[in-house]
């Protein structure tokens, strides 16, 4: 750790706007001052940014307002000025065609809302997954004092006795009734014991994992991945990180002094470590762009592949996110990485700690919710890079999620052309399909779907699943939720829409997955892939214009991280004209 704070006091950015008596300093006070401002609140104190997603279109994020207040209080006992305003809200459960579509989007919003505005410092209140990133890739891009504060997991689903995971459950229960396994009412039933709380997923899903990977980054106070939404402790975690903020700006602590490659290989052991959602994969990538870190798919085989998942909870395991935080958290799952000389001890963190000295007294309450090294739910966990000529820019599998006796397997190809043709067909009894076969999903990637929406983990014909086979090989160039589980494999690059090989493969071609050693073949000659590859005629028509146009045109592929191209790097903070 080799951060030197910055001398304090000194003249802050947001007394462009308001450290003067020229006209336009007169009227951008004046106007704050409509609000009830005192006006000694405009002396040179920090004024502090809180970038909230709260919105009621985004139930994981809809409890946020209250987040807010909290830090508030935070900020004003520091003795900072807290200004809050709203953002983009990328809510995963009800954005259509995904998300994912929208991350980029909400990334700008929020660059150009901090650049724009007298702000010295920003706290950045997210929840549901794409808000995770989406934040945290704007903030670099400006790189003003920045610190996190995640809303909080669901408490536990119950139904009739046994834990619901949300996804999780959904996924199953869905599979259970197309094999005659469940009823439609029970269904329904189990509906109102899915999401009983304010937050996010209970699960390891992708909201949880992204919260695990702030805190690994550095980016949070150690603890906040955890805390359900609900428990008091989540609103103290506010409080606190208002008070952080405005010691951050004095110091001028950055997100570019935090967010180093060391911080970035912690990350990804503890995705390994907690067998965290392969979306981290795409986002952290997206996110080290936004700084200047080179970090590649390679990086997280690298790093992740000999990383034991030791935290036992949906997808992967058994237990829930409220378990986890009563086990300790993500402080014993760093701990133990430390531990094991897998963790980056020196890394600076938002605390002004380093990733060590923030986790050396954490204790495990409950070692079978974090399971000792010796004893994981799996010996290598993180996220399996696959290349072969399937995938030349790779693909990645969760193999904590994963059917161990599929890992090594070769069957036939069942293609579906797109998600229309999967929906039209997998239901036929009529389907030339068994549960040796690999199922193919087409026209999902970042342009294809377009946004690359969550389907990859697609459920299994009910010819298959009523003979109990619950999982088969799935190759996409889509996304799967983190909540989900299968022998999946997912982004594989290039996607199909950008005449990736995936394209071509065919009814009746064999395909060869080969976990341990990383391959993924298309057993097809090198001259008849040219031949296909050069006939093939793209079908995806690009949208006339709008945001989906912007999209189609400038989103990068899912192996650099799908950010738009115009988008990576930082372009700092400096104050731009007066309007005036």
Known sequence: MTFQPAAWPRKLRSQEWFGGDSRDHIYHRSWMKNQGLPADLFDGRPVIGICNTWSQLTPCNAHLRDLAERVKHGIYEAGGLPLEFPVFSTGESALRPTAMM??????????????????????????CDKTTPALLMGAASVDLPAIMVSGGPMMNGWFRGERVGSGTALWQMSEDIKAGKMTREDFLDAEQAMSRSPGSCNTMGTASSMASMVEALGMALSGNAAIPAVDSRRRVMSHVTGRRIVQMVKDDLKPSDVLTREAFQNAIRTNGAIGGSTNAVIHLMAIAGRVGIDLTLDDWDTFGRDVPTIVNLMPSGKYLMEEFFYAGGLPVVIKRLGEAGLLNNDALTVSGDTAWDQVKDAVNYNEDVIRPAGEPLAKQGGIAVLRGNLAPK???????????????????????????????????????????????????GPRGYPGMSEVGNMGLPPKVLKKGITDMVRISDARMSGTAYGTVILHTSPEAAAGGPLAIVQNGDMIELDMPNRRLHLDVPDDEIARRLAAWENPVVPPASGYARLFHDHVQGADTGADFDFLVGCRGNAVPRDSH
């Open 102 to 127: 929208y991350r980029n989007l909400a990334a700008m919003d929020v660059e150009e809302a901090l650049r724009a505005n007298p702000l010295d410092g920003v706290v950045l209140l997210c929840g």
């Open 394 to 444: 790779g693909a990645v599998l969760k193999p904590s999620a994963a059917s161990p006796h599929l890992l090594t397997h070769r069957g036939r190809a069942v293609v579906f052309e797109d998600i229309d043709d999967y929906k039209a067909r997998i239901n036929d009894d009529d389907l030339d399909i068994d549960e040796t076969c690999v199922m193919v999903l087409k026209m999902c």
